[in-house]
């Protein structure tokens, strides 16, 4: 069955950092595009990030770009969210999500929360 | 980029079919079919129920289905049933250098 783990997420001061882990599982991970999508509290989903099977293309919303990095390992079937300097209006869960095939978000984490508060 | 434009929200009885629609640009939906649609039931991690504009992926109900005509995607829900209660998203390329984007979000409820 297919998994996908987050993990880094938690309490953190505006303009302070974190990053985000996930650990995935049973597929072949270095075949598929990875996204970061984050819901705010009551609100709907944003897209956030963008990373292809080798890692070589990358994308980023404009509410992120400049201050989020994604990367990937695809020796340690992972993906990582460096997030810096963070903001109040960062405070979201992040879902950790698996391309099947252009944008089609077939598999989504448990997701993180991510607090950005003094 | 704003936020593909849905219905706040969309209601049905039992049995019934609704539409939800999602309408974009001549630059993200009207020009690509990378239109997907997702399901988010209260509390819960969100759901792909189509992808490609129509395409279903295994295990999804037939009762999904999704449509595209120019700038406007739909996803139609036939014989509703009081667990598709929920959250419902639409998600689309854009080929830009923010290359994806979400719709706003339509509540579905069922009377």
């Known amino acids: 069955e297919v998994q996908l783990l987050e993990s880094g997420g938690g309490l953190v001061q505006p303009g302070g950092s974190l990053r985000l882990s996930c650990v995935t599982s049973d597929f072949a991970f270095r075949s598929h595009a990875m996204h970061w999508v984050r819901q705010a509290p009551g609100r709907g989903l944003e897209w956030v990030s963008f990373?292809?099977?080798?890692?070589?293309?990358?994308s980023y919303a404009a509410s992120v770009k400049g201050r989020f990095t994604i990367s990937r390992d695809n020796f340690k079937n992972s993906v990582f969210l460096q997030m810096s300097p963070l903001r109040a209006e960062d405070t979201a869960v992040y879902y950790c999500?698996?391309?099947?095939?252009?944008?089609?978000?077939?598999?989504w984490g448990q997701g993180a929360l991510v607090t950005v508060a003094p | 980029q704003s936020a593909l434009t849905q219905p706040a929200s969309v209601s049905g009885s039992p049995g019934q079919s609704v539409t939800i629609s999602c309408t974009g640009t001549s630059s993200d939906i009207g020009y690509y079919d990378f239109v997907s649609w997702y399901q988010q039931l209260p509390g819960k991690v969100p759901k792909l129920l189509t992808y490609?504009?129509?395409k279903r992926p295994s295990g999804v109900s037939s009762r999904f289905s999704g449509s595209k005509s120019g700038n406007t995607a739909s996803l139609t829900i036939s014989g509703l049933q009081a667990e598709d209660e929920g959250h419902y998203y639409c998600f689309s390329y854009t080929g830009t250098s923010a290359p994806w984007i979400f719709g706003g979000g339509t509540k579905l409820t069922v009377l």
């Open positions: 999500v698996r391309d099947l095939i252009l944008g089609a978000l077939d598999h």
């Open positions: 490609d504009v129509t």
């Open positions: 990373i292809s099977e080798s890692g070589s293309t990358t």
